[in-house]
T-cell receptor, first 113, second 114 residues
Framework: AQSVTQLDSQVPVFEEAPVELRCNYS??????LFWYVQYPNQGLQLLLK??????LVKGINGFEAEFNKSQTSFHLRKPSVHISDTAEYFC???????????FGTGTRLTVIP | NAGVTQTPKFQVLKTGQSMTLQCAQD?????MYWYRQDPGMGLRLIYY???????DKGEVPNGYNVSRLNKREFSLRLESAAPSQTSVYFC?????????????FGSGTRLTVV
């Protein structure tokens, strides 16, 4: 069965510092992986996705993620964060042929001025 | 603007009352979903509709029913609300279940059951 673990529930980071939000998944078959962002009182927006091909995926707002099959990870990174990046970030996984996404419990990123 | 529209945005119910959460999308998507979001638990799937005329249970279907009214609309009904159903509810849609374009989410309905 597929599942997603986001190891950090909260990540505080100073403005212009780099950040990494961790995501690990479990699945016995091929997967597709996603990162979503949720700003306060809003729905979720797609940041980036990995379907196949290059393991380094670039998304919106300067975020990128790297798929590591051997470590079953899909960590999200940004080299320099802004105040506006303060939000909750969700990792999600689906298996090929599956009908829905499974979400992690989320990581709240707080950017400190 | 194209997207997923949810109504109402906020609702307070008394225990035992019923209500229907509405969701509509105008992107010609075939698949639609209802999730609930609770602190520390992420998003959990309640029901989904892979295509018009079909619905299936997700991870937490108890206490809910759904109707895929047409291709655009997918409603979620609470027949007898309980405090445990206090949550934020999100509707989402995607082109097809297996295409993995990613989901488009509505802005949510914040439901409180007292």
């Amino acid at each position: 069965a597929q599942s997603v673990t986001q190891l950090d529930s909260q990540v505080p980071v100073f403005e212009e510092a780099p950040v990494e939000l961790r995501c690990n998944y479990s699945s016995s078959v091929s997967v597709y992986l996603f990162w979503y962002v949720q700003y306060p009182n809003q729905g979720l927006q797609l940041l980036l996705k990995y379907l196949s091909g290059s393991t380094l995926v670039k998304g919106i707002n300067g975020f990128e993620a790297e798929f590591n099959k051997s470590q079953t990870s899909f960590h999200l990174r940004k080299p320099s964060v802004h105040i506006s990046d303060t939000a909750e970030y969700f990792c999600a996984v689906t298996e090929t042929g599956a009908n829905n996404l499974f979400f992690g419990t989320g990581t709240r990123l707080t950017v400190i001025p | 603007n194209a997207g997923v529209t949810q109504t109402p945005k906020f609702q307070v119910l008394k225990t035992g009352q019923s209500m229907t959460l509405q969701c509509a999308q105008d992107m010609n998507h075939n698949s639609m979903y209802w999730y609930r979001q609770d602190p520390g638990m992420g998003l959990r799937l309640i029901y989904y509709s892979a295509s018009e005329g079909t619905t299936d249970k997700g991870e937490v279907p108890n206490g809910y029913n759904v109707s895929r009214l047409n291709k655009r609309e997918f409603s979620l009904r609470l027949e007898s609300a309980a405090p445990s159903q206090t949550s934020v509810y999100f509707c989402a849609s995607t082109l097809n279940v297996n295409t993995n374009y990613g989901y488009t989410f509505g802005s949510g309905t914040r439901l409180t059951v007292v």
